[in-house]
């Protein structure tokens, strides 16, 4: 076993570029991913405040697969399964421009999208009942009291449990190595195949995916702190 | 359709206990031994952690809630490389796939757990500290005969929300070739080729039934827990809002 | 003005309103009292239809709310009513002029430059222009209540309804709401209270309806009711509650 030696690893400029466009990978999966989820579960919601009984359990059943079906299992299901139906040319298409990545991000995507959609709708059920019964009675509609009133709210409600729910997003990122995304935890293992300094590299991208978590939970934090609502418990 | 019955029918012993006796218990046996062995030993680890955590000591409280932090931070994909080159040198030979996925999951969900704990301990009245420290027993000693006891069988649901998770998380130890159903489910599609579909389709479905059934029955706990708690006919009405728990859900 | 014609009521055997027959004319100070469980509540909530009737009209200017209506149509019915809530309601994420000039902009499409200024001039009216920019959780009981008052006189009804509006506050801060809602009786406001408050009833109500179990037994000017109730049970509320 050689020495602990962290500049050597650094001196070699392959492994800093495989190292970097690892992280940037990982990086532009996390983002990407988190929009889509964001986007859909705001969507979710609102076909679950239908008074549809079917959109209601339709988004029901989406939210229970997607959490009683394992992430890794969901990404082979994406990028084995669903990828062999498309057709042919939509295939070829996709082989071209990163089908892996993009596979990654519609099944990590979907996944969050059943966890944020559930997280807000928490928030808006911890919203007291006379607040919609006020914006009710002094003429606002349905859109009107939840765009000004009852949102604003549920989503500061829900700010805890979206931040945690961000931090396992991007750590899921990880998990898009399995299908051969070439993200940050598929360098680490290209590297140590090929530098044989496994601790090093283990160790590097430990903290920096580390620092990322911290960073996002800090900034969450402070998110909160800011939204805070003036005089609240 | 049809496809999916005879796959089903043509595999379902790989998918339930991988090639034995040709060679390690894998398939579904595999997955449930490594979750429930993982939980259960993850659970006294749990407990520590979850003591010092919020002891008074900060020689105690600090690192402790340095390795919760880095459990957080870290993918759990991560943590298995990591177990996966540090054990064998630490204990001098290597050790098989399973073995390495063991340790991380205790690792993983004692840090997990420890928080579950951590919140039961503090959803509990002050009052009760109080009371037993006022009849005279030590710290160490109220944790024991009065907070815990209360606490652990108020997370009894977390537990088991907990666990579901740890089914879930097994799945990565595809990655380092343990033979659970994942794995077995990506020989079969190696060797079929052409219903790469159906096959993954099987694998999604065996997982959701299991992991819907055990989550139905956390429910279900958290009901007759709520009731009991409440010791009347009003508590089972209110058994019907959930018990708080921590919104920290491990979920690869 | 808010008409009453032959409401009712029910859930199974449970009769909340019955056969409810009255008038509150405009420029009226009505008090609705009662002992707790009369349906006073579910009387003045449907009037803007936060509770649905099974029979019978209530009309506002005519109109009857709880006719087949678009939602539309509903808002704006609502809108020309104020309420203020025992628990005030209001919202927590928006400071007390915000709270006021809210509706204005989105309800009723008022521009925001007018919204403002008429907003302080109503929290001003109200005793608060100092607090134009604290937020509810930083205020009193007594500072939301008035606040919540001036959220419901924004939009410029012609009559407005009083759920109980000191019954949660603590005993200190009565007064000030009840100087509000006095001076509001004096511009010639239609009001319609339903209040604990009898030294208010018998110095602002020109007519006081008691009610008890869904109906109203006895309607008349306060100096008559609380010299001379003459239903056996308005005779018992009364002396219950002067044995406090």
Redo the contacts between chains.
Sequence with gaps: MKGFDLFALFANPEFVTMLWSGVKLTLVVALASWLLAMTLAVVLLAVRLTPSALARRAVQAYVSYHRNVPTLVQLMLWYFGIASLLPGALQGWLAEHNAEAVFAVIGLGLCQAAYFSEDLRSGLRAVPAGQAEAARALGHGYLGALRHVLMPQAVRNAMPALVNHTVSLFKNSSLAMAIGVAELTHAVKEIENQSFRTFETYLIATLLYLGFSLLIMAGGTLLERRSRIAGAR | MGSVIDIVRDNWLLLLIGQYPNGPLGGIACTLILSVLGIVLAFPLSVLLALARISPWRWLSWPATALI??A???????LI??VY?LVPLLIGHNVSGFVTMLVTLVLYEGAYLAEVVRAGIEALPKGQMEASRALGHSYLGAMRRVILPQALFNMLPSMLSQF?ST???T??G??INVPEL?FAA?QI?NRLLTQ??????I??VI??VV??TL?WAATQLERRIEAKRAGTAAGRAAGRAPVATP???A?? | MITFNQVNKWYGEYRALSDINAEVKRGEVVVVCGPSGSGKSTLIRTVNRLEEIKSGQVTIDGHDIHAPMSSAQLNRMRSRIGFVFQSFNLFPHLSALENVMLSPIHVAGVRRAEARDKAMKLLDRVGLAAKAGSYPGQLSGGQQQRVAIARALAMEPPAMLFDEPTSALDPEMVGEVLAVMRSLAADGMTMMCVTHEMNFAREVADRVWFMDAGCILESSDPEAFFRHAQHPRAQRFLSDLRSH
Aim: charged share 10%; aromatic share 24%.
């Design positions: 932090y880095v957080r931070g870290v993918p759990l994909l991560m490389l990591w080159f579901v089914i879930k998380e799945t990565l595809y990655v994942t990506n599609n790469p579909f159906q096959v993954f389709f694998l999604a997982y959701f992991c819907w989550t919104t920290l859900a979920e690869p």
